[in-house]
């Protein structure tokens, strides 16, 4: 007979990949071992191995979760400022995770790292689908992919400078998606009208 769950397993899982992400954004992938990460949760290999059978089970729970959380933001918002305001707002609570994602998807086992490309993409996608709707007559093939880059290129290393919480004289991240959206909404301006052959 198959031994029931505990009422707070999901719980513990979500303690673990909280850790496991600071653990791995401290000391890289590589440098955390089982055993760190177990010294890291306040409990030992045994019980750690309970929840996952691998540090790259970890590691692939921790960018599954983290990836949905994101494509389910991209979805919800139709808005390209409020777009912007959604993810910046969420690296504000999950600057470890966007580590992991932007550093550590590599070391996952080619199918795992595959259906965490194929996330990334998505979100990617729904990106360009935001910009193409704000500006539809300055968004085309050759220039969509270059454009939305641009914009992840302006938000997606925020963490590494941005910590308000630790310096009072620093933007707050809901300034800075203000003036992220004002800069790249003022520059698609500056983009060339597509004229369409009647």
């Given at each position: ?20 992400a ?21 409990t ?14 970890i ?6 979760r ?13 808005d390209?400022?409020?777009l ?9 609570h ?24 194929d ?80």
């Amino acid at each position: 007979m198959a031994r029931t769950l505990a009422s707070d397993h999901q719980l513990q899982r979500d303690d673990i990949l909280e850790k496991a992400a600071t653990a791995f954004a401290n000391h890289s992938y590589p440098g955390t071992s089982m055993s760190v990460l177990a010294q890291t949760c306040g409990t030992s290999k045994a019980r750690l191995y309970h929840y996952y059978p691998s540090k790259e089970a970890i590691l692939f729970d921790l960018l599954d979760r983290y990836t949905r959380v994101l494509i389910t933001l991209a979805e919800s918002h139709q808005d390209l400022p409020a777009l912007i305001a959604a993810f910046l707002a969420e690296y504000e609570h999950s600057q470890t995770r966007h580590i992991a994602l932007l550093n550590d998807v590599k070391f996952l086992e080619a199918p795992q790292r595959q259906l965490i490309l194929d996330a990334q993409r998505k979100i990617v996608d729904l990106f360009a689908a935001a910009i193409q709707r704000s500006f539809p007559e300055r968004t085309t093939a050759q220039n969509r992919s270059a454009i939305t880059m641009l914009l992840f290129g302006m938000i997606n290393w925020t963490f590494t400078w941005l910590k308000p919480q630790q310096d009072a004289d620093k933007i707050s991240y809901a300034d800075f998606a203000t003036l992220v959206t004002q800069i790249f909404m003022q520059g698609m301006l500056g983009v060339p009208v597509i004229k369409c052959d009647s």
